[in-house]
């Protein structure tokens, strides 16, 4: 059946050239913001709010709360597309045929409609969104009595708010794709990488993976006199701290602060239980690397025993206390409870007072330092009582220099390394050379 089509330009025909225009650029523009937003997370969308360039910052600031109710700004934008599709044919068929309508219509659709918006709004969706911001608001408060009942039927079947955050191998990958060793013009160094792979690493690395075996630690007897072959031995080896053991390597007792033997005079046969012995606190194989390092940073210690079974804590009570939400990791140090309520009146007393004076005697020095090794909690008081073996035994020596490197993924090495390094390379070439 024929029907009647406007003749060209009058009034008429004009108004429904710009209806069809209009309507064919609301179409275009509602497939593009489809694509544009709904593709956008709101993950991204809040590291750019917070740390993006000032314009994408502001851009991402105003599209931030339409995306964040997605549902309802997808039905509003597939219900605006679908309005003016379904619209533009009606316009069409009064300005050409029926054949023509049609061909304009796939025409106009296709090209203008679908290809070109979508491309633009994948490109610069970000500032194209923030652009008509106004305007889908104003359009999700016309379509809302529709939108808003589909959005809560998809929100109650799908589910609310789909975050997708990145798991630790994942977020490996991305930094390491953002290396510019990758090749991908990203702007991390390798050791940036490196560093950023070992932080997300450690949560998975135990004290077994750092600990030093202790068939392969230095470490000094009880009973040893502070002859001078010994104290050589101690100032070769480079560390700060050595473990002390009673009658056994694997009973480790305790541990002495190199900077301690400085005022030791070898020939005076002393013992090392006759210096400051401190406690060395026991962790367990399995303990999590970060808690180490958390209570490292607490100053109690910075070496520790690993065990393979902590103070007899079966896996049964392990997991119970894991599931408390009180529960702190905490190294075993015998009196640290005493210490840590003492620690912080005493710090308060000694900002508060001036009773060290420049010109202490030797005398004064003496009975303060023997005061600090009675009531001390991590001085190992050995003149009062004979050492009994422990009951478990240590497998390894952990310190903070080890959990560093972990956390680093590199090997940190000072002076002394590097004379160790260098004199068994030398060992090395003469052995060769005979």
Do not use: G, Q, W
């Given at each position: 059946m024929g029907h009647t089509i406007l003749k060209c330009c009058n009034t008429e025909f004009f108004l429904y050239i710009l209806a069809v225009v209009f309507l064919v650029l609301c179409a275009g523009l509602m497939s593009g913001l489809t694509l544009g937003l709904m593709s956008m997370s709101i993950i991204d969308l809040e590291v750019l709010a917070k740390s993006g360039t000032p314009k994408d910052r502001r851009h991402a600031s105003k599209i931030l709360p339409i995306v964040k109710q997605q549902h309802l700004l997808l039905?509003?934008?597939?219900?605006?597309?679908?309005?003016?599709?379904?619209?533009l044919p009606v316009f069409l068929d009064v300005l050409v045929p029926d054949w023509g309508a049609?061909?304009?219509?796939v025409t106009l659709i296709l090209l203008f409609g679908e290809i070109i918006p979508q491309s633009l709004c994948t490109r610069y969706g970000l500032a194209i969104g923030a652009t008509v911001a106004p305007i889908v608001r104003v359009l999700i408060w016309f379509w809302f009595p529709v939108a808003y009942p589909i959005s809560k039927i998809l929100d109650y079947l799908l589910g609310k708010g789909h975050k997708a955050l990145f798991r630790r191998a994942e977020l490996r990958t991305l930094v390491d794709m953002h290396g510019n060793k990758a090749g991908k013009g990203g702007e991390l160094s390798?050791?940036?990488?490196?560093i950023i792979a070992g932080a997300l690493e450690l949560t998975e690395k135990t004290a077994r993976d750092a600990m030093?075996?202790?068939?392969?630690?230095?470490?000094?007897?009880?009973?040893?006199?502070?002859?001078?072959?010994?104290?050589n031995l101690i100032l070769e080896k480079g560390h700060s701290r050595v473990p002390v053991y009673y009658e056994h390597p694997t009973n480790i007792i305790g541990l002495v602060l190199v900077k301690n033997l400085v005022t030791i005079n070898p020939r005076d046969n002393l013992s090392v239980k006759n210096v400051t012995i401190r406690r060395i606190p026991r962790v367990s194989a399995t303990m999590p690397l970060y808690d180490i390092l958390n209570e490292f940073q607490k100053g109690l210690s910075h070496m520790a025993a690993v065990v393979k079974k902590h103070d007899g804590t079966t896996e049964k009570e392990k997991e119970s206390a894991n599931l408390s939400n009180v529960r702190?990791?905490?190294?075993?140090?015998?009196g640290e409870s005493f210490y840590q309520r003492k620690s912080s009146r005493a710090r308060r007393s000694l900002r508060n007072s001036k009773r060290f004076s420049a010109n202490i005697s030797r005398r004064e020095y003496s009975k303060s330092r023997r005061w600090s090794e009675e009531v001390h909690p991590a001085i190992l008081p050995i003149k009062e009582k004979s050492l009994l073996a422990e009951e478990v035994n240590v497998i390894g020596i952990i310190t903070m220099e080890d959990v560093i490197?972990?956390?680093?993924?590199?090997?940190?090495?000072?002076?002394?390394?590097?004379?160790?390094?260098?004199?068994?390379?030398?060992?090395?070439?003469?052995?060769?050379?005979?």
């Open positions: 039905c509003t934008l597939l219900i605006s597309n679908a309005a003016a599709m379904e619209a049609i061909l304009l219509s390798l050791h940036e990488t490196t030093t075996p202790i068939s392969e630690t230095f470490a000094i007897d009880v009973n040893a006199n502070l002859d001078r072959d010994l104290v702190e990791v905490r190294l075993n140090i015998p490197e972990e956390l680093l993924n590199e090997e940190i090495y000072d002076e002394t390394d590097h004379l160790e390094a260098n004199s068994l390379s030398r060992l090395a070439t003469f052995n060769i050379d005979k």
